[in-house]
């Protein structure tokens, strides 16, 4: 894997108080990134006070859990032999629990509601059934809305490799890209559009998408969509869509709002439930208890320890997160950032090159925290305390994949315990 430059291994002057006009953006002519902007430290812009000691848990290296029945291989659900092929070339030949309870019900035309945590194979769960049925059927229509443009084009990604051989097309709609070559995408009539919401609204009322046309819709992490406020949206869709349709919803938790959803637009669904607890018994999370003037000194003073491999920082704010990013690569490291006010090709290769290992560090907002497959991601580090317990799950849920040992830890600044 590619090193990090340790030759500027953190010189206070990196972080003094001293420092002129051309000195490091920690001086006292700027204010540091990591103080508070316009909120009192350690209280939830959305409410919630969240327990120090949920932060702290040791990972079990044997974990007793109910064994899970899987009633089915692949090759039983009756795919197209193009599509089992593209699964055995993939060595896919066992669902997971997810996958195993959902994809006949899908097969067999039927709404669903699929609730399970991060990393558990959702996409695979809606994304197959899917290609076959318009495999079987080219007059049918697929939309697929998730809430952040990384997830949109992770599942395109994940439906390319699926759909090899098939002839079945799929355009992409986010922000952050050209539109124009979205739009030319559109008038190629895919079978599949992935897309984000605000993005998917934009082209609705510009006249080059019709929800009319779609026979099946997909909402992937639709509790987060809600949360980040596109409920309108999402009933404007749902609304404009053929009364005979079939709807699939995928989310890791049940709040109300989804349910009133769920009992306006979806016919009989079943509720497929997969839970693997909260956090991952995979996950070491521990709290690093810091101070103001010494927080970024401690950050660093992580970073160079052989263990952290693989770093995922997560802060609260668009304007920290870059701040932070520069800071790090100013003293050595290779880091990047990702964050919704970065052009979508930028946010592509910070995030490419963290896969890749081209970079150690990302740092990002919560952007990165929902349904992002990033291998091998050694530790999540919480520079901002979440603003909800959920945030927390999905954030760490980055690391401990694949059976794989990680870590999490949560800055915890002197005022907030």
């Not at 508070?36 to 812009?45: E, I, N, V, Y």
């Not at 919630?48 to 290296?61: Q, T, V, W």
């Not at 929902?370 to 945030?391: A, E």
């Amino acid at each position: 894997m590619p090193q990090f430059n340790r030759s500027n291994r953190f010189s206070r002057n990196s972080f003094s108080r001293n420092s002129g006009s051309g000195g490091s953006s920690f001086s006292r002519n700027r204010k540091p990134f990591f103080q508070s902007r316009g909120r009192a430290q350690g209280k939830r812009m959305r409410g919630e006070s969240i327990d120090i000691s949920k932060f702290i848990k040791k990972s079990s290296d044997v974990v007793e859990s109910k064994p899970v029945i899987i009633e089915n291989v692949f090759a039983d659900f009756g795919f197209c032999p193009q599509l089992q092929k593209n699964l055995q070339f993939r060595s896919y030949l066992t669902p997971t629990p997810i996958q195993d309870q959902s994809i006949k019900h899908i097969m067999q035309g039927g709404d669903l509601i699929g609730l399970a945590n991060t990393g558990t194979g959702k996409t695979a769960a809606f994304l197959l059934p899917m290609i076959d049925k318009c495999f079987n059927d080219r007059t049918q229509k697929v939309l697929i809305v998730a809430p952040t443009r990384e997830l949109a084009i992770q599942i395109n990604e994940e439906f390319r490799k699926f759909a090899v051989g098939l002839n079945i097309y799929s355009a992409v709609v986010v922000g952050g890209a050209p539109s124009y070559r979205q739009i030319s995408d559109l008038r190629r009539n895919p079978n599949f559009v992935i897309g984000t919401p605000g993005r998917l609204k934009d082209l609705k009322n510009k006249g080059h998408i019709r929800f009319t046309a779609f026979t099946n819709i997909v909402l992937d992490e639709i509790d987060r969509m809600l949360d980040m406020g596109f409920i309108d949206e999402i009933k404007q869709m749902l609304s404009e869509m053929p009364k005979e349709k079939q709807s699939l919803f995928f989310s890791a938790t049940m709040p109300p709002r989804i349910r009133e959803l769920a009992e306006r637009f979806l016919i009989n669904p079943i509720t497929v439930k997969v839970s693997i607890g909260q956090t991952s018994e995979n996950i070491d999370q521990d709290v690093v208890r810091v101070n103001k003037l010494t927080k970024f000194d401690k950050l660093k003073d992580l970073l160079i320890t052989s263990e952290l491999k693989k770093v995922l920082i997560f802060s609260e704010t668009k304007r920290d997160v870059e701040s932070l990013a520069e800071s790090l690569m100013r003293d050595g490291f290779k880091a990047d950032s990702i964050h919704g006010d970065k052009r979508q090709s930028q946010r592509q290769r910070a995030l490419k090159n963290f896969k890749d290992n081209y970079i150690q560090i990302l740092v990002a907002t919560d952007v990165a925290a929902r349904g992002l497959d990033i291998k091998n991601v050694t530790h999540v580090i919480n520079y901002t305390v979440p603003q909800t317990f959920d945030d927390y799950i999905h954030r760490i849920g980055r690391t401990g994949r694949e059976n794989k040992k990680g870590v999490a830890l949560t800055f915890v600044e002197s005022n907030q315990y």
